[in-house]
């Protein structure tokens, strides 16, 4: 009886060490993320800029806003060049703007020696005009995508709960998603690596102090990226010079100047491209300074194709004082002396040229339909005389155009509607039979004697 006890004590004993042992702890799998933030402390990051407090709580950065600062900055001590990154945020005011900076820099000196950052920040913006997602140039440059350019876009923001971004800064490429939604679509080459920041924005008004913004599941990817294509059409802004990527190729956008020669264009009534007056050179078309007259010098130049429904971008760069124009649906036909008719989309120095002054409640200014409808535009939208400006026109199937500035919505209206037809009534087009309804047109570049700069002229042919 002893001899067996002893047996099951041995046989249980043996089952315990094999059956009993701890199991042994899974691999962890490596998926490329690295965590910024640890969810307990703020090792690897700095404040800078601001009074603002940043505070962990419940595994997330808290940022509180304080009045009498300036915006404040948690940067991060590594600076990244191309990379993936998402992060988790919240914020439960609607005042409470903020965003992540990326490839951005810090310089302790600057501000008056308060420090300042600047550099590309993915916005976050809960208030009504909804341009989180958009990309911002802090402190530089201003809005270089703001959702103006995506619509569809501003409603994947959900207020008051935990959104998650991503960043994808690869190359010239800069792509940003918020809950998955498709959201901002930038080619630039301004930063191609910087430090990565958590804002709180200064605040205007000081019961806003104590607001809240919340940050968490910060990670970053750096090795093997993958850029991820976007689905959906997106409306790229992109500052290469008379560059295409491959996505706006795919999307049927097309280079109307191809930064080396005249190709694709020729003189208003002409039967070639002016041998004077437009100059071609680092890229660059450029009408050169003249007598100030409408046409008088080399004279416009158009496209030798003719489009009907189109979206259309260009960069311009005004010198003092000048005048130009981009002008479309030009049919060539009217016979008229000076600047071929056609609809216009306003180039002028709104302060220094007389032309501002007339027409009808300001619709000679820049961008405005000229002598029809004046632009609503923003003075921060609007870049200064002798620097780049970003020019769109948008004529769609149904006949609705709109006009753009810096990638901001400054007028629509519908061509051949009765609104339209009584504008054109009270206009110096009112004596041009069905002026701005023709079926199909050229593009026009203005020679108005003033010298003016062009570039990254590109249309995508609507359908």
Known sequence: MRKLSIL???????????????????????????????????????????????????SAIIGIAKAGSPNTFLISDKEYGDFILEADIKVENKSSNSGIQFRSNY??????GKGLVYGYQAELDPSDRAWSGGIYDEARRGWLYPLSLNPEAQKAFR??????????????????????????????????????GLQVHSINNPEDAGNKTYFKNIRIQTENLKPTPFKKDIYVVNDLKNHLSDYEKEHGWQLLFNGKDSSGWIGAYKDSFPDFGWTIHDGILTIQAADGGESTNAGDIVTKKEYSAFDLSFDFKLTEGANSG?????????????????????????EKHPDAKKGRDGNRTLASLYDLIKADKQPRFVKPVGTWNKGRVVVYPDNKVEHYLNGVKVLEYQRGSEAFRELVAQSKYKGWKDFGEAEKGHILLQDHGNKVSFKNIRLKELK
């Open 8 to 58: 099951i004590l041995a046989v249980a004993t043996t089952s315990c060490f094999t059956g009993c042992a701890p199991e042994k702890k899974k691999k962890k799998v490596d998926d490329g993320w690295t965590y910024l933030f640890d969810g307990k402390t703020l090792n690897g990051w700095k404040q800078v800029a601001g009074q603002a407090e940043y505070q962990v709580t419940d």
């Open 107 to 112: 310089d302790p000196a600057g501000k008056d």
């Open 159 to 196: 207020f008051g709960e935990y959104n998650t971004y991503r960043i994808e800064a690869i190359g010239n490429e800069i792509k940003t998603w918020i809950n998955g939604e498709e959201v901002a679509y930038l080619i630039d080459s301004t930063d191609t690596s910087g430090m990565i």
């Open 326 to 350: 981009v002008k479309y649906f030009v049919t060539l036909s009217e016979g008229n002396k000076g600047s071929a008719i056609g609809l216009e989309y306003q180039i002028l120095d709104d």
